[in-house]
């Protein structure tokens, strides 16, 4: 296969199947000499999932600018 001009490829469709890697899915790029190995990350969740698991967490009633003043005085 070929790397485009960005630096990407395309994994194919049977190794996708094969190690569980959809879409949001990460992967780390392990280097072994002169080889590049590609590695699904395990327990990576897409931050979509982290962020759904916190709506509705916060208790405290203030507006994005009364928040933001509280985050920028010193």
Do not use: W, Y
Not at 16 to 28: A, F, H, M, N, Y
Not at 36 to 44: C, G, T
Not at 61 to 74: G, H, K, N, Q, S
Request: charged share 30%.
């Amino acid at each position: 296969m070929k790397v485009t001009t960005k630096g990407q490829v395309t994994i194919p469709v049977n190794i996708r199947e094969k190690l569980g890697i959809t879409p949001d899915s990460e992967v780390d790029f392990v280097q072994e000499g002169d080889r590049v190995i590609l590695v699904k990350r395990k327990n990576a969740a897409p931050a979509s999932r982290t962020f759904k698991k916190l709506r509705g967490v916060a208790t405290v009633r203030m507006t994005t600018d009364e928040i933001m003043a509280l985050t920028r005085e010193v």
